[in-house]
């Protein structure tokens, strides 16, 4: 069955220093993996995605993320981060030729302190 | 319409009471997804539908949860004899085939139901 880990709960980073959200993910196949962010009393939105070719992915708000196969890896990297950035952030893997189902991580709070 | 559509946005009911949530999904999307989120923790997953396939129930936490999507449209959730431990927020969001470049599900809003 597929899977997502977001390893930390909570990530505290400065403002103006570079963050990084973790994310690993267990599929059988090729997989399709998103980000998603969900700013207090709002919805999901979504951030980004990997389906194929270049690794490196960008996204809204100056996000990106790179997909590593061998680790089986989509971290979320922004390399300037703003107050804005506090939210709760998730990764979701999908297997689009197994099941297609969406599978999304735990979550992981992101606090941008001033 | 342009996105994801629940209602109620907002639901208070009493304990033992049935409730119905409906979710209008994107029109030409062919999956359909519930999930909850409590005090703005993680996404418990419910409920996943799929074009005509069977649906996914593996996530509904008891049998006083339902959920049937008509036409391959609109999906309601129906919650019986409601319990305080229901109280939540509830999404719902589509996405199409999965081996589709515009794979990316769009949530809803969400309904928060307060069980008092």
């Known amino acids: 069955a597929q899977s997502v880990a977001q390893p930390e709960d909570q990530v505290n980073v400065a403002e103006g220093n570079p963050l990084t959200v973790k994310c690993t993910y267990s599929v059988s196949g090729n997989p399709y993996l998103f980000w998603y962010v969900q700013y207090p009393n709002r919805g999901l939105q979504f951030l980004l995605k990997?389906?194929?070719?270049?690794?490196l992915v960008k996204g809204s708000y100056g996000f990106e993320a790179e997909f590593n196969k061998s680790q089986t890896s989509f971290h979320l990297k922004k390399p300037s981060a703003l107050v804005s950035d506090s939210a709760l952030y998730f990764c979701a893997v999908r297997d689009p030729f197994g099941n297609e189902k969406l599978t999304f991580g735990t979550g992981t709070r992101l606090t941008i302190i001033p | 319409g342009a996105g994801v559509s629940q209602s109620p946005s907002n639901k208070v009911t009493e304990k033992g009471k049935d409730v119905e949530l409906r979710c209008d999904p994107i029109s030409g999307h062919t999956a359909l997804y519930w999930y909850r989120q409590s005090l703005g923790q993680g996404l418990e997953f419910l409920i996943y539908?799929?074009?005509?396939?069977?649906?996914?129930k593996s996530g509904l936490p008891s049998d006083r949860f339902s959920a049937e999507r008509t036409g391959g449209s609109v999906s309601t959730l129906t919650i019986q004899r409601t319990q305080q431990e229901d109280s939540a927020v509830y999404l719902c969001?589509?996405?199409?085939?999965?081996?589709?470049?515009?794979?990316?599900?769009?949530f809803g809003q969400g309904t928060r139901l307060t069980v008092v």
């Open positions: 539908f799929q074009g005509n396939s069977a649906p996914d």
């Open positions: 990997y389906i194929t070719g270049d690794n």
């Open positions: 969001a589509s996405s199409s085939r999965g081996q589709s470049m515009n794979t990316e599900a769009f």
